[in-house]
Each structure stands twice: as C-alpha cells, then as structure tokens.
C-alpha cells in the first residue's frame, strides 16, 4: 500500500521527540511489510493545508497522522467520504478515538501494530455537516476549554493539571443552558449545565470512549443536576466511567439529534472533537454507519469478518 504520514510536531508527546529518529522508524517498520511510505513533519499552523493536500491525492491508501485529536479530526474530515483510510499515531494528550480503535498508546508499539494492520470501515458522526470522530457537547465542557486556554502548556502532563484546574474553575458558577432537544422523534425542553453527543456509546470503567466504533448509534448524555458540587463530581466520574446509573445523568442511544436555542450563533460556545467552534441555532447530528476507513491493528477487538 501506498502510505503518506504526516506528523504534528505541535502535537503532545511531538513536542518532545526526536522526529528524525521517529520517521525514520516509520519508514523501516511499514516498509518492512512491504508498504512505500514517505513522511513529512509540518508545525500546527500548517497540518489543515497538509491535510488537505494528501486528501486530494488518488496515489494514497492511507494517511498516517501523528498528534492529538485534534489532528485526528482534521484528518477524519479531509477524508470523509474517500477511498483513503487514516492511520492515527497517537501523540496526543488523552488519544480518545485512538484508543477506541485499539491502537498501542506508545509510539514504537503503535507504529509497529499499524504497519502489520488491516483496514476496515468505523462510523463517523456530523454536526450540521461536519464530522466528528468522538464527541460534540454545549455548556460546561465548552467553558471549560475556553478556560483551559488562558493557561500555559507545554508538554501532556502539563495540558493534563490545566484541564484539572479548568474543570474546577467551570463548576464553580454552572452554566446553565436553556435547549430544546429532539431524540429520535421525542422531543423535550431542558436547563442542563452540560449536554454531549458522542460517536457511539462510551464504554464502562475508563476514560469516556466507545469500546465499539461499529456501534452504529450516537451516545447522548444530558446533566441532570444543578449543583455544582454534584456536577464536579459527576465530572471526575465521567473521566473513570463510573457515571452509569447517576440520578444526575440520562443516557440515551440514538441515530438523530437536533439541539435548538432561541438565540443566535454563540461563538466558541460548541465543542467539536476538543476544539471550541460556533454554536448555531439549530444542530443537527446524526450516525453514519461505517463512512471512515481506518487502519487499526490485526488483533483489535472489534474487527468482524
């Protein structure tokens, strides 16, 4: 297969890698199995034009990226809808959709899985057209990355504490947002500090990513409650997988989403996939069943025949 690997050297654990030693391991590993690869290291400002030039390209199979999930989703909406499959080296702080594919956390570990992988279709959601590979969510988890901002990072354990701090600081004074919701046909009225949507179901007793990207329907997970004491806490229970069965949480399955607000587009008020973004009047979310291909290790748990 022809392979093209762009690597984020803004990206996490990039910031710290020696990137010549790492290209040049990708090149041994995937070309050891017969593969032709060539990598090429951009900074931040210039993943999206990299992006979408191998996008455009009809000599690729698979676009390798490396950095977080950010990156991923980039990459994820560049190929929607094409014949080229993405390959994710997670370099990333939290590496969520990487990890829903079972890719090796560590780069020497994931470089090798991929290059011996096989490809195969995993859903992607959209939000109004645009997709996401994990999660699109209003209220507290857009405060909180606005707040995370303001701080200084420069390397995982650093965005790490300034996510921690972020949270502590959103929960203070809960934002409290006024949406109308329709799931499936069933429509309701709700004052919820947080609502998310993600790209299938999360699974239990870990970070909150799906253990199936071949679930084929989205998660929908509404905050029930308004003290910000008990949402703190639902929060860190989020972050382990310990929020099933929460009076302060509805969990619900489903195919369509559309989430309104009786105002006008808020911007950097939506979180799509880690980024803020605009929130606009009315979000229209829906599952599409096996419209990503992706390179994922032989041994993935999930794989059907």
């Known amino acids: 297969m022809r392979i093209h690997a762009i690597l984020n050297k803004a990206g996490g654990t990039l910031k710290t890698t020696d990137l010549k030693i790492l290209g040049q391991l ?14 090429e290291v951009v900074d931040g400002r210039q993943v999206g034009g990299a992006l979408g030039r191998a996008a455009r390209r009809t000599d690729l199979d698979i676009l390798l990226v490396g950095g977080g999930d950010g990156t991923v989703s980039g990459a994820a909406a560049a190929l929607m809808g094409k014949d080229i ?22 780069l020497a570990s994931a470089v090798s899985a991929l290059a ?23 209220g507290l988890h857009a405060r909180m990355v606005r707040t ?26 809960l934002p409290m947002v006024r949406l109308q919701i329709d799931v499936d046909g069933r429509t309701e009225i709700i004052e919820s500090p947080a609502v998310a949507v993600s790209n299938n179901l999360y699974g239990e007793g870990h970070m909150p990513f799906a253990d199936d990207p071949t679930g084929g329907v989205l998660g929908v997970y509404i905050c029930r409650t308004r003290d910000s004491v008990a949402t703190a806490g639902l929060a860190l229970d989020v972050l382990r997988g310990a929020w099933r069965g929460s009076k302060g949480m509805t969990i619900v399955p489903a195919k369509r989403v559309r989430i309104e607000h009786d105002s ?42």
């Open 148 to 173: 995370r901002e303001r701080y200084d990072y420069g390397s995982r354990l650093g965005k790490i504490w300034a996510t921690t701090r972020a949270i502590a600081s959103a929960v203070r004074t």
């Open 26 to 39: 990708i090149e041994d590993e995937f070309r050891m199995h017969g593969h032709e690869i060539d990598v």
């Open 116 to 138: 011996g992988g096989r490809v195969t279709a995993v859903d992607l959601a959209v939000v109004n057209g645009e997709p996401f590979v994990h999660q699109f969510a209003v």
């Open 264 to 305: 006008g587009p808020k911007e950097d008020r939506a979180v799509r996939d880690g980024e803020l973004v605009r929130l606009d009047p009315v979000c229209d979310i829906e599952i599409r069943p096996r419209a990503l291909k992706v390179l994922v290790p032989q041994e993935a748990g999930f794989l059907r025949e």
């Open 85 to 106: 499959a993405l390959a994710i080296l997670p370099a990333g702080t939290m590496n969520l959709f990487a990890r829903t594919l079972q890719i090796p956390l560590e």
